[in-house]
C-alpha cells in the first residue's frame, strides 16, 4: 500500500538561513562547449587546456572541463581520492584498462588508482568533465612520482592565467568554495 503525498505548495523557505553556508554557484552555458570564451581555458600543457567549474578548498576537490585536442599520452597518474568523469566529446583510455570513456560515458576511478591517459589517433578533441577529489601524483613507469597537482595547484594556474589573458588573478574566485 503506498500512500501519496499532497501536493507541495509553490511556497519558498522563510526560516532563518543556516550560519556559513556558501552562496550557490551556478554558471549558465557549460555543455554549450563551442560556445565557451577561449579565456576561460586554462593552458596545463601544449594542446591541453581545463575550465575551472568549482574548486573547493575547504574539502580538497575541484571540478572541470579538460579539453585535449592532440593525440598522445597526456599523463601517468596515481589518484589520492576518487574521481569521477563524465565524457562529454570524444575519446580517451587508460593503458592499464581495457574500457574506453567515449562520449556519453562515465567513469569512476578509486582512490590509488594508477594508470596513463591516452588519447587516440583520430580523435580531433576530447572533452570530459572531472570531479578530483584529493591530488594527483604524476609518476614515471615504475611509480617513482615526479609531481603533484591538486585543489591548490589548480587554483595557482588559473589565477595566473586570468590574469595573463586580462581578467584578472581574482577571475578565479568565483569558483572558489
Known amino acids: 500500500m503506498t500512500t501519496e503525498r499532497p501536493k507541495a505548495e509553490a511556497v519558498p523557505y522563510r526560516g532563518e538561513p543556516l550560519p556559513h553556508v556558501p552562496e550557490d554557484l551556478v554558471i549558465p552555458g557549460v555543455l554549450n562547449l563551442d560556445d565557451i570564451d577561449e579565456k576561460?581555458?586554462?593552458?596545463?600543457?601544449?594542446?591541453?587546456?581545463?575550465?575551472?567549474?568549482?574548486?573547493?578548498?575547504?574539502?580538497?576537490?575541484?571540478?572541470?572541463?579538460?579539453?585535449?585536442?592532440?593525440a598522445g599520452i597526456l599523463s601517468r597518474h596515481r589518484h589520492s581520492g576518487p574521481v569521477h568523469a563524465s565524457t562529454l566529446r570524444g575519446r580517451w583510455h587508460y593503458l592499464e584498462h581495457s574500457w574506453w570513456a567515449v562520449a556519453g560515458s562515465y567513469s569512476y576511478e578509486p582512490?590509488?588508482?594508477?594508470?596513463?591517459?591516452?588519447?587516440?589517433?583520430?580523435?580531433d578533441e576530447m572533452i570530459t568533465l572531472f570531479h578530483v577529489t584529493g591530488s594527483y601524483t604524476y609518476v614515471e613507469p615504475d611509480g617513482t612520482a615526479i609531481g603533484v597537482e591538486d585543489v591548490f595547484s589548480q587554483i595557482q594556474s588559473a589565477s595566473d592565467h586570468y590574469e595573463t589573458v586580462g581578467l584578472g588573478a581574482d577571475y578565479v574566485k568565483q569558483f572558489l568554495r
Open 40 to 70: 576561460q581555458w586554462v593552458p596545463q600543457q601544449e594542446n591541453v587546456w581545463f575550465r575551472p567549474l568549482i574548486m573547493s578548498i575547504s574539502q580538497g576537490y575541484w571540478v572541470n572541463l579538460l579539453r585535449v585536442r592532440k
Open 111 to 123: 582512490p590509488g588508482d594508477i594508470h596513463t591517459l591516452e588519447v587516440p589517433e583520430g580523435c
